[in-house]
C-alpha cells in the first residue's frame, strides 16, 4: 500500500521560510506523480505544486510561483516543498499525494494515496 508521510509544518511570521517533506512507502509505477496540496479553513483543498517523479518536470499554482519550490529524490520516494516569503493567506493544512497521473507540463492529477496533513501557520 501506497502511504505518504508528511513532515516539517510548524509556525512562522510573514516572510519566512519553512521546508516541507515526504515520504512515500512506494510508488506504483515510477512514472507516476507525487504533490502537495493544501486547504484552508473554510475553503476547498487546493493543488500547490506537483511532480514528475521520473524526471523532475513540476508544475506551481500562479501564487506560489516564485516563493514555492518543490523538488523529489526519486530514489527514495521522497519530495520537498520549500515554502520562502510565506503570506499569512499560505496558512492551510498541506497534504502530500503520491501515485498521481501525469498530464504534461509537470501538472498531475488523479492521485490515489494521501498523508495525513501537515499544519503551516503563518502570522503577520
Known amino acids: 500500500e501506497v502511504q505518504p508521510v508528511e513532515s516539517g509544518g510548524g509556525s512562522v511570521q510573514a516572510g519566512g521560510s519553512l521546508k516541507l517533506t515526504c515520504v512515500a512507502s512506494e510508488l506504483s509505477h515510477p512514472n507516476n506523480c507525487m504533490g502537495w496540496f493544501r486547504q484552508a479553513p473554510g475553503k476547498e483543498r487546493e493543488a500547490v505544486a506537483t511532480?514528475?517523479?521520473?524526471?523532475?518536470?513540476?508544475y506551481h499554482i500562479i501564487p506560489v510561483k516564485n516563493r514555492f519550490t518543490i523538488s523529489r529524490d526519486q530514489a527514495k520516494n521522497t519530495i520537498y516543498l520549500q515554502m520562502n516569503l510565506l503570506k499569512p493567506d499560505d496558512t492551510a493544512v498541506y497534504y502530500c499525494a503520491a501515485d498521481g497521473k501525469p498530464r504534461g507540463g509537470g501538472y498531475c492529477s488523479d492521485f490515489s494515496a494521501w498523508g495525513q496533513g501537515t499544519q503551516v501557520t503563518v502570522s503577520s
Open positions: 511532480i514528475y517523479m521520473r524526471d523532475g518536470d513540476a
